[in-house]
């Protein structure tokens, strides 16, 4: 571990701002801020989870699963985000919302560029409260999660939880397409797809459909497809946060 220098801990006994000494010293922020703690305590409001039900608590759990990414430092540092695409400013908004209840602090939200273009939005938290809750629900193997993650205990009649789960994965990994009224929730973790096709079939009475996109050199992509009136179903079912996964035609006639 690289040893900081007494004139960085001045700086910082004499207030200077973690930006400003970054850029002096060339010390990273994080490591500054785990200095600063421990001459001056914590400089940041800590979340509060503040979950208001066993849905909320799903729902965050899926949409981290769903477009979550964490970090743990070598200091003891913890960072998740959350990467929404950039046309789906709407849903951002929802979850900038959501998380500012559920956590009582708002999120830092940044923009990232490809090719000079915006193309996402990343909702962003640095909390080891949030680490551990993960990390308490959730399971994955190594240090990339896409490929395994799934929930740690899995109770089929657990449903509020369960609902608000795939609320979660469906609002970043779905796609809902309207001229043929049917709603796909794409993932690269086998045991994940299972889990939400148990969950989808206890709620709906039916098999939703499972296809398996394969491809020279990439992970099997798994695919769950749900059609017409059972689309509607869920729909009605989950009410999903994000605009763009809500299905937009009147109830059908055999309902």
């Known amino acids: 571990m690289v040893k900081i220098t007494r004139n960085a801990l001045h700086m910082i006994s004499e207030n200077y701002s973690l930006n400003n000494i970054s850029k002096l010293t060339g010390f990273r922020k994080s490591m500054l801020y785990y200095h600063y703690k421990k001459m001056k305590g914590k400089k940041y409001k800590e979340i509060d989870i503040n979950f208001k039900s066993d849905t909320d608590l799903g729902e965050f759990l899926g949409v981290f699963a769903g477009d979550g990414h964490f970090h743990k430092s070598k200091i003891g540092h913890y960072t998740i985000r959350i990467t929404i695409g950039y046309y789906e400013s709407n849903y951002a908004s929802y979850l900038v919302n959501q998380f500012t209840m559920w956590f009582n602090k708002k999120p830092k939200v940044y923009y990232g560029k490809y090719k000079n273009h915006l193309s996402m939005i990343i909702i962003h938290y640095d909390s080891k409260k949030l680490y551990n809750l993960l990390k308490e629900y959730l399971m994955w193997e190594g240090t990339k999660k896409t490929y395994t993650v799934r929930l740690k ?10 609902l608000g789960f795939v609320k979660g994965l469906i609002d970043t990994d779905g796609n809902y397409y309207a001229p043929k009224r049917s709603l796909n929730f794409s993932t690269t973790s086998k ?8 969950i989808i079939k206890y709620n709906l009475k039916v098999n939703p459909k499972i296809s398996i996109y394969k491809k020279k050199n990439r992970a099997d992509l ?5 059609y017409g009136i059972n689309t509607y179903n869920l729909n009605r079912l989950i009410k999903f946060g994000n605009p763009s996964k809500r299905c937009k035609f009147n109830a059908p006639a055999e309902i």
């Open 191 to 198: 045991l994940m797809m299972l889990q939400v096709f148990e």
């Open 153 to 162: 205990k899995f109770n089929i009649y657990n449903n509020k939880f369960n």
């Open 222 to 226: 798994y695919n769950i497809h749900l």
